[in-house]
């Protein structure tokens, strides 16, 4: 244990964003291993503090079992974790509760150092600082900072008056201390953003977290294909996709005839890799991001009457069936991605830490609604 003591110092977690990459609600609230974020960063946090306060919006009861404070933010409009911080130094300002200090953390951010408010008012001391920010090499976490409750005039002032959201935006104002803590083998400051995240937490808690992240995967797939009669003199007939199935029938031939009806076919083609690429985590991560993941599956035409049809690609990355669809010779189209194949691809994201947040991409320049609506040509 340290013998280094520090005064009095106050505790705010912020709790208060939308958490859209979640789908909504209190991604606090959401359980790994049989404990909440919440839970998990109280459990840390508590013993570095003295009093601590909970920056979180809508009904306060729902947080009632963890009998902190609960501040909504004193600016509407979820305007980000800057006010929060402008939140939590007026609480504690207002409440008379005699700290100097404060020290604010994310909610959903379960790792954070058992050594962060030492090392920031170590720093903060040593270097006359005004405020103490986290590092990891050359990433700042500004949300992992140390306040001093005096600055909460000039805070409003600026959120207030100059219309200022990002944190450095104020912080560059003042001098400011930097304390950095290794990155490896686990980043302390990995935040839970999207599903895989809380894959990875949990793979992180369990020790199964690998060493080096794999730079690929594979998994074989069966793909049920139609063929259906055409109404036209032009095409006699058309062939598409109709399901993935995540788990073949055991020993099943490559091309089965699956069942006949009046003017379709419908077929199973079996042993369809379907493969994960470290190059291609982009492109699974938005996929995975969106409301219903798919997956791609590619039909080409062979000339063998035994079997008109095969399925030349299966894939998570939408970018790379856009690529395929536009020769126009192809049959590309996206379907459902079966829960297991969506687990294990998020296992696969799980593995590698995201380098920078994700950004989706611009419509227009990846339609996954129409540009794969099942290209059949004749």
Request: glycine letters at 6%; proline letters at 8%.
């Amino acid at each position: 244990m340290s013998s280094y003591v520090s005064p009095p110092i106050a505790g705010l977690i912020l709790a208060g964003g939308l958490s859209r990459r979640m789908g909504g609600g209190d991604k606090a609230l959401i359980e790994v291993e049989g404990q909440s974020l919440l839970d998990r960063t109280i459990e840390r946090l508590s013993p570095q503090v003295g009093p601590m306060i909970l920056n979180a919006n809508g009904d306060p009861t729902r947080f009632a079992e963890f009998t902190l404070p609960v501040v909504p933010d004193v600016i509407e409009g979820y305007a980000g974790p800057l006010v929060g911080i402008l939140t939590g130094l007026e609480w504690l300002r207002d409440h008379s509760l005699g700290v100097e200090w404060m020290v604010s953390v994310a909610a959903d951010t379960p790792l954070f150092p058992l050594d962060l408010v030492e090392r920031l008012h170590r720093a903060a001391m040593e270097e006359q600082a005004d405020i103490a920010i986290a590092c990891t090499g050359s990433r700042t976490h500004p949300v992992f900072a140390l306040w001093p409750t005096r600055l909460a005039a000039e805070l409003r002032a600026a959120v207030v008056a100059e219309g200022i959201r990002k944190i450095e935006a104020w912080t560059d104002r003042y001098k400011v201390a930097r304390v950095d803590w290794p990155a490896k083998p686990v980043d302390p400051f990995f935040n839970v953003n999207a599903p895989e995240d809380v894959v990875r937490l949990r793979m992180i808690l369990a020790g199964t977290l690998p060493a080096e992240p794999p730079l690929s995967a594979r998994a074989e797939v069966a793909v049920a294909v139609e063929r259906r009669d055409s109404a036209t003199a032009w095409i006699t007939e058309s062939w598409r996709p109709l399901e993935v199935i995540a788990e073949p029938p055991a020993a099943a031939q490559p091309w089965v005839l699956l069942r006949r009806g009046d003017g379709f076919e419908h077929y199973l083609a079996s042993g369809v890799p379907l493969e994960l690429h470290r190059s291609d985590l982009a492109s699974y991560r938005y996929n995975l991001g969106g409301n219903e993941p798919r997956l791609y599956v590619v039909l080409r035409r062979t000339g063998d009457a035994a079997r008109p049809v095969a399925v030349v690609l299966a894939t998570a990355a939408p970018d790379q069936a856009q690529a395929m669809s536009e020769s126009g010779e192809d049959v590309v189209d996206g379907l459902p991605m079966p829960e297991a194949l969506r687990a294990w691809i998020e296992m696969f994201c799980a593995c590698h830490p995201a380098d920078e947040p994700l950004r989706k991409r611009r419509r227009d320049t990846m339609d996954t609604d129409g540009a794969f609506a099942a290209k059949a040509r004749p």
